[in-house]
């Protein structure tokens, strides 16, 4: 089965290789032998099928828990140890394949590692927070797939996403939620599958499906974050949760509504 995930995790003196592959396994690698896996688990939704897995995020500072997108357009969080190793909770929103995935991880004044990005086939990216089973943002400004998504290393509200049609986004969600701070459209508009921003988040390389890496600087003013952008965070997802639940009960009165068949 493919495997389109792998990144090293743990501290810079102890980490692994984990790999997670199309049938739900996941393995952990020692950088010193590749052979076998150190060990390795089954991820299972839960009608005890496995998990179609395309990519997974570890939450900030944890080798334990992760979130993982797949095929099926849900999202699950999941342990690798302990009594809740598996599957726990799941996400439903996306109305195609998950694409990326990543947790936030910008330390600072407030802690949002609760909150992660998710890009997907539905031509969407959408914001959500592990203690709520609903998006709590849809950004749909793109016109195709959307193939990734990146939380800032720096500012606590910026991301940015790539997609087919050849456009990089820059998104920060203190300004405005419902349309890019920053787009670029690369020559030729080939297919970006790739984001990764520099640690110094004022960089950050694209990759295309005719395998070529894009480098760009992002300006000191949308890179770097100012003292208040963590308050002000905190007022924006408070709106966007304030809509979002709003949304959910619209669609739960919709449904009690509805005709019986």
């Known amino acids: 089965h493919p495997v389109y995930c792998v990144n090293v995790v743990g501290t810079q003196n102890a980490h692994n290789l984990i790999s997670v592959s199309t049938d739900g396994k996941v393995c952990s690698w020692s950088l010193d032998?590749?052979?076998?896996?150190?060990?390795s688990m089954e991820l299972q939704s839960k009608q005890n099928k496995p998990v179609a897995a395309t990519?997974?995020?570890?939450?900030?500072?944890?080798?334990?828990?992760?979130?993982?997108?797949?095929?099926?357009?849900?999202?699950?969080?999941?342990?690798?140890?302990?009594?809740?190793?598996?599957?726990?909770?799941?996400?439903?929103?996306?109305?195609?394949?998950?694409?990326?995935?990543?947790?936030?991880?910008?330390?600072?004044?407030?802690?949002?590692?609760?909150?992660?990005?998710?890009?997907?086939?539905?031509?969407?990216?959408?914001?959500?927070?592990?203690?709520?089973?609903?998006?709590?943002?849809?950004?749909?400004?793109?016109?195709?797939?959307?193939?990734?998504?990146?939380?800032?290393?720096?500012?606590?509200?910026?991301?940015?996403?790539?997609?087919?049609?050849?456009?990089?986004?820059?998104?920060?969600?203190?300004?405005e939620t419902e349309v890019p701070t920053a787009s670029i459209v690369i020559d030729g508009k080939p297919a970006l599958n790739q984001c990764r921003w520099h640690e110094t988040g004022h960089h950050i390389s694209v990759g295309d499906n005719n395998g070529r890496i894009h480098v760009y600087d992002v300006g000191e003013h949308i890179a770097n974050p100012k003292s208040d952008e963590w308050s002000n965070f905190v007022h924006a997802l408070q709106d966007m949760k304030q809509h979002a639940a709003e949304r959910e009960e619209d669609s739960t009165l919709a449904k009690e509504a509805a005709p019986a068949r």
């Open 33 to 39: 032998m590749f052979s076998q896996p150190q060990d």
């Open 55 to 175: 990519c997974y995020s570890f939450l900030s500072g944890d080798a334990n828990n992760f979130i993982v997108g797949s095929e099926e357009c849900l999202v699950y969080s999941a342990c690798r140890h302990g009594s809740k190793a598996g599957v726990n909770d799941v996400f439903e929103g996306h109305q195609g394949p998950i694409t990326g995935i990543d947790t936030h991880r910008v330390s600072g004044q407030v802690d949002f590692s609760q909150y992660f990005l998710t890009s997907s086939f539905d031509w969407t990216v959408k914001l959500w927070s592990m203690k709520q089973p609903y998006y709590i943002h849809s950004f749909e400004d793109n016109n195709d797939y959307v193939y990734d998504v990146r939380w800032s290393p720096i500012h606590p509200a910026l991301f940015a996403s790539v997609d087919g049609e050849g456009r990089l986004d820059l998104w920060n969600l203190n300004n």
